[in-house]
């Protein structure tokens, strides 16, 4: 591609109207002539400083925050944002062939997405997913090609939404997480709607502060041209009144633009009335728990605002089943129950474990750890919320990365009244192990944070498999 479409609306430039052959950003990669590298200042490597190294290998055009004094290169305001304009471009602005929707949030975003996504599967739309539990173009399912982050790097990004737009999906359904709006992923795509679900602490060893982590998901809001905001929710009712495109509401506990009426929680999911105005209608919804009220409330009150009528959608949901790794029950054939959830933030932890509480049996045993080089504020904070909701702790590792898992669970520990009963097991499978081989007849065992992840990370960024379904099975077959 030559270089003046492939900076369309992105600088403008004198330099001679070159052939492009690849867009690069990562210093590490081979390239020569023909190559288009953008300059990324990170926290800990400005690719400003690898210019004169680059310079050697040919490459044809340097993208720059500032002037680097090299002749072929060309100055922008924001090089994050240029990336993705520039892959956009060289993607021929897929975006533009489809309907773009958003949800961001703390919690919620993977069950609001995927069940959206069914929605208007059921309804005879072919649908593009982007998300935490993997990538799906309509039936096709990209889980293995693509591993992190939910919002996607623009080089993963813009080349996913010109396979969707070939396959010739009309929607595209996804997350939009804080640090990809920070970081200018999604720049040079226009949402038809966007929704917010909450705000709860978590990523603040990204954002530092919990009003900056705001601020970061309230980026989303500039994007789109008609917002829906949780008004349960704090920051939701602080976003609602700082966005300035057309903005409506859902609840579950007071009216609202869209809101849940005689709301019935059942062990197997919820009853509610769907009510928009004068209108309601019954819903049976087969997630379990209040919070998937409210995120089934937010994909219903998103399909009536992209022109679909209730009468139409609302029987619909009754036959979608849950999201892999939400509240997910494993099989185990034996008198309790085991359930995976990604639960990993002190609001999702209590999420899941007070709405297993209301219809367990017997004890409510939770298992579970923080991931390494991620927020420490919030490892005291899952403990209380675990203690809160759980008869039983078991607290182990999660992702450890770089850190000692033994020094994270102390740090965990610190959060924990000197009531509650728990043993502290470092490693992760021998826990699961000892959870299994101790359950009590009627117990419910929730093994949080891990949920869809079928890996571990440990130091230097090592991924091994770690499938908890699979360990409960082996767990299971040890006890014979």
């Not at 809160?388 to 965990?412: C, G, K, M």
């Amino acid at each position: 591609m030559k270089l003046y479409e492939l900076i369309r609306g992105v600088a403008e430039t004198s330099l001679p109207n070159v052939e492009i052959t690849g867009i690069f950003s990562d210093s590490r990669k081979q390239m020569g002539e023909g190559s288009l590298f953008v300059c990324l200042s990170g926290r800990t490597f400005d690719a400003h400083s690898a210019i004169p190294e680059l310079s050697k290998k040919g490459v044809s055009v340097f993208i720059v925050e500032r002037d680097c004094g090299v002749r072929n290169q060309i100055v922008v305001r924001d090089s994050r944002e240029a990336l993705a304009l520039i892959w956009a471009n060289w993607c021929g602005r897929p975006q533009d062939r489809m309907k773009m929707v958003a949800v961001t949030g703390t919690n919620g975003k993977t069950t609001v997405t995927t069940v959206l996504k069914k929605l208007l599967t059921a309804l005879g739309h072919k649908t593009g997913l982007i998300g935490t539990c993997g990538d799906e173009i309509g039936d096709l399912s990209l889980h293995s090609e693509r591993l992190a982050p939910s919002t996607p790097e623009p080089e993963d990004f813009f080349p996913l939404l010109k396979k969707m737009a070939d396959a010739g999906c009309e929607y595209v359904i996804m997350e939009a997480t804080s640090q990809g709006l920070e970081q200018r992923r999604l720049s040079g795509v226009h949402f038809e709607l966007a929704a917010f679900t909450n705000l709860t602490q978590d990523h603040l060893d990204v954002h530092g502060t919990m009003e900056n982590y705001y601020q970061a998901k309230k980026l989303l809001f500039s994007l789109c041209d008609k917002a829906l905001i949780n008004a349960d929710d704090r920051s939701g009712a602080r976003l609602y009144n700082e966005i300035g495109c057309p903005k409506f509401s859902f609840s579950i506990n007071s009216q609202a633009d869209f809101y849940a009426e005689a709301v019935k929680l059942m062990p197997h999911g919820s009853l509610y009335w769907y009510t928009h105005g004068k209108k309601a209608y019954k819903t049976e919804v087969r997630l379990p728990g209040g919070y998937n009220v409210s995120n089934t409330l937010c994909a219903l009150a998103m399909l009536e605002l992209l022109g679909y009528d209730p009468a139409d959608f609302v029987p619909l949901i009754k036959d979608i089943d849950g999201v892999r790794g939400r509240c997910e029950v494993v099989p185990t054939g034996r008198d309790f129950t085991v359930i995976l959830d990604y639960a990993h933030s002190p609001d999702a932890i209590e999420n899941i474990l007070s709405s297993v509480k209301e219809c367990a049996e017997g004890r409510v045993v939770c298992l579970f750890g923080c991931g390494g080089n991620r927020d420490p504020l919030k490892r005291p904070l899952m403990a209380k919320a675990a203690a809160e909701h759980a008869d039983f702790l078991i607290v182990t590792s999660d992702n450890p990365r770089n850190e000692d898992p033994h020094e994270i669970i102390t740090q965990i520990l610190a959060g924990l009244d000197g009531k509650t009963e728990y043993i502290e097991i470092d490693n992760r499978r021998d826990a699961i192990f000892w959870a299994i081989k101790n359950a009590r007849p009627r117990d419910t065992i929730v093994l949080a944070g891990k949920g869809h992840e079928d890996y571990q990370i440990l130091a230097g960024g090592v991924r091994i498999h770690f499938d908890e379904r699979e360990i409960v099975r082996e767990a299971l077959a040890e006890l014979g």
